[in-house]
């Protein structure tokens, strides 16, 4: 098996090599382009020791399957913009004769910083929090650096020096060298041609070569002065570490002091730009091989790569997707593919270093502009071929293409530090807008929805015009600084004229000490001017109820206003609506069945015939007036007390409350109808006092006063309808988000 491993990580790791020394070359010569193109070679090194180093030690560390590590092209445009700054830096005096030297001594002071910040994440685990990067953030930092990478490209396409401005090239056109533009054309158009036709052979491989023939061809036929310049000498020799031996050696004539912040954050931003993209592909890894990631060794390893490169002055690296997909189908399986990879550019790169560098920079410009147009966000494209009207209609998609569009620009217009840190800061601000935003989830009044407690018509009557003076909202989300304030205003206005209120918290997933303090200034304001504010779902959340007892907010609200769940704490507030308005006696008397709904339109004598067949019965609290699977068909009339039907759940044999009843309402009538046994129980919720009308009195009363049993038919059947038709339209009000 290990043999196996060994091979197929040795096929994984030679077709990664082809594929990422062109890639590195490019990204090289990126790099340094700001010093101009006497040091493409010295960059092309640089790229290369990035995927020898890098990808050797972040597997050797991280130990992460099939992880292949190299130089990326945000962290190339990072090092240009670093060189940039460095060559016309007042700190490095123009008379500095090994000026350029020092320079990159400074940028692979800049990656060993970085290196630094890896393993500092690594250390405090911090490696999931990229995950928390908005995506419309990092599509537009990449939109950004896809768009760098073809302008930066431009200049070696046409074949020209990258010192002429751009305004010089259209003052003299006849500069542009064409037989460069139909290089890097062809090279461009290959890669497309193969990644689409044939998996056999990498594109980028396949582009370089054909690239590279066309040239020389070209070049033969019509002479070296018609083409562009190549990457140039490139030695044969195993790399060293001498990186910093150049920054000492001029130690004394370098302001290196004033230079610190500006390495220091450049670092730290490479170091979180490497961790995002090496997290990101170990991620991919893990999903082939079925390998979970141990993001604290994947950041170690990441950082390992890049303080080892440092040394050797080379570019620093990052986890690569297509590295892992080319590695993984080639037949990669584990970490030793990383350092087989590295290992094998080195042979590469010592044997063929003179080779290397007759590389055309047309061809390279191909490659890296046709990886540039892969890099650009598919979701944004078509975010903007999306009609104006939808973008107006979802807010979402346009705010987020905002910020796309925004870290993009910034990327291409100004730098890209600034760029990430922008986005940083727009990531920040796009956390707290969407948990700023209400956290109502959705708001009704005791007018559209009731509780589970069936009442008599003249309740339900009452209940549909007071209730309005009950206001619930279902919360979602967290409640904290950023969203209590406007909850509490909301209360607020919709407490005009309401005076209770109830809040759902079932969704609620997390309360700052703030939004507890808002909650409690919002009972002590309703209070004052005696209204409610009661609270539900809370106790079963054992984060949330501990965090508030913290706080002392359960003894501030009392323990009244906390309700297991919403149903129960409408019902107690409908009780305390409905007593208020004196539709509801606080006595125990019970109630008549002159006063019940099953006998509306019924006469003295016809009261009489039904109350003769009517049996009255006590109900101690918790046992049960009919029990699930019974076969009697009896019906019942609630007197006095309560009354609630529950059902057995299979899974765990607990008894779940479906609705209750209160006096004045009947019961047990389906049974009655159809003749199926019952399908749930009706246990006491108190001492309780039913009357019940048998199935053979009622088939009785059939049989002798059939225009009494027509009429007691088609009351039960009435109440059923209005039952159903105020039950239909609670869930078409609860539909409504």
Not at 448 to 462: G, P, T, Y
Not at 678 to 698: C, H, I, Q
Request: hydrophobic share 50%.
């Amino acid at each position: 098996m290990k043999y196996l491993h060994f091979k197929g990580d040795l096929s994984g790791a030679i077709a990664n090599t082809i594929v990422v020394i062109p890639m590195a070359i490019g990204y090289g010569v990126i790099a340094l382009a700001p010093l101009g193109p006497t040091y493409a070679s010295r960059g092309a090194l640089m790229g290369v020791y990035a995927a020898i180093f890098c990808a050797f030690f972040a597997a050797l560390v991280g130990r992460t399957p099939v992880q292949m590590t190299g130089p990326k092209a945000p962290l190339a445009l990072v090092i240009a913009s670093l060189v940039a700054g460095l060559v016309v830096s007042q700190h490095l005096p123009d008379s500095l004769a090994s000026k350029p030297l020092v320079v990159i001594s400074l940028v692979s002071t800049c990656i060993l910083i970085g290196g630094i910040f890896q393993f500092l994440f690594a250390a405090m685990r911090l490696g999931n929090l990229v995950k928390y990067i908005p995506s419309p953030v990092v599509a537009g930092f990449m939109n950004g650096v896809a768009l760098l990478l073809i302008i930066k490209q431009i200049k070696p396409l046409l074949g020209l020096s990258s010192k002429m401005t751009y305004l010089e090239i259209l003052a003299h056109p006849q500069s542009v060298r064409p037989l460069s533009v139909i290089v890097g054309v062809v090279t461009f158009a290959t890669l497309f041609f193969a990644r689409a036709r044939t998996k056999k052979i990498p594109a980028p491989f396949a582009a370089f070569a054909v690239g590279i023939v066309v040239y020389y061809i070209l070049q033969f036929l019509t002479g070296a002065d018609t083409m562009g310049p190549v990457i140039g000498k490139i030695p044969s020799a195993l790399p060293k570490p001498d990186a910093f031996i150049q920054l000492f050696k001029a130690w004394d004539d370098v302001h290196l002091v004033p230079l610190f912040p500006t390495l220091i954050i450049t670092g730290f931003f490479l170091g979180i730009l490497s961790s995002m993209d090496s997290l990101l592909s170990s991620v991919v890894g893990s999903n082939l091989t079925g390998v979970r990631t141990d993001t604290k060794k994947e950041l170690m390893g990441q950082a390992a790569g890049n303080i080892v490169c440092s040394f050797f002055g080379g570019l620093p690296g990052a986890g690569s997707v297509p590295g892992v997909m080319t590695t993984y189908t080639a037949g990669g399986r584990t970490a030793a593919a990383g350092m087989i990879s590295g290992v094998s550019v080195l042979v590469v790169i010592v044997i063929l270093g003179p080779l290397v560098g007759k590389i055309p920079l047309a061809v390279i410009a191909g490659i890296i502009i046709a990886v540039a147009v892969m890099m650009i966000d598919k979701r944004t494209l078509a975010m903007l071929r999306a009609p104006r009207r939808q973008l107006i209609q979802r807010q979402g998609i346009g705010i987020d293409l905002a910020v796309n569009l925004i870290v993009a620009m910034i990327t291409v217009s100004v730098n890209l530090l600034i760029a990430v840190g922008i986005g940083v800061v727009l990531a920040s601000a796009l956390f707290i807008y969407k948990m700023g935003r209400s956290v109502i989830h959705r708001k009704y009044t005791g007018e559209n929805v009731h509780s589970k407690k069936v009442r008599n018509l003249a309740h339900q009557e009452a209940l549909e015009k007071l209730g309005k003076q009950i206001v619930v909202f279902e919360l979602k989300g967290p409640i904290f600084f950023g969203s209590a304030d406007n909850l509490s205003m909301e209360i607020e206005n919709s407490m005009q004229d309401a005076h209770y209120c109830i809040l759902d918290m079932r969704r609620v997933s997390e309360i700052d000490s703030t939004g507890a303090n808002i909650l409690v200034q919002t009972h002590k304001m309703l209070a004052k001017e005696g209204k409610a504010l009661l609270m539900t779902y809370l106790k079963d959340n054992k984060a949330l109820w501990t965090f508030m007892e913290a706080l002392n907010v359960p003894e501030i609200l009392t323990e009244k206003q906390f309700f297991q769940d919403t149903d129960e704490a409408l019902e107690a507030v409908e009780d305390l609506v409905l007593t208020q308005a004196g539709h509801l006696s606080l006595d125990q008397t019970g109630i008549s069945l002159a006063q019940m709904d099953l006998v509306n339109g019924f006469s003295p004598d016809e009261l009489d015939l039904l109350n003769a067949k009517l049996v009255s019965h006590r109900v101690s609290k918790g046992h049960s007036v009919l029990k699930e699977g019974d076969n009697s068909r009896d019906v019942y009339l609630l007197v006095k007390g309560s009354v609630s039907v529950r059902i057995r759940l299979s899974d765990n044999d607990r008894l779940k409350r479906l609705v209750s009843y209160s006096p004045g309402v009947m019961f047990g009538e389906m049974a009655l109808l159809d003749g199926n046994p019952r399908s749930a129980s009706v246990v006491a919720d108190e001492n309780t006092e039913v009357m019940k009308l048998s199935y053979d009195d009622f088939e009785s009363l059939l049989r002798e006063h059939p225009q009494v049993a027509a009429k007691l038919t088609q009351n039960i059947a009435l109440v059923l309808a209005k039952r159903l038709r105020k039950l239909s339209d609670e869930i078409k009000m609860m539909e409504i988000e």
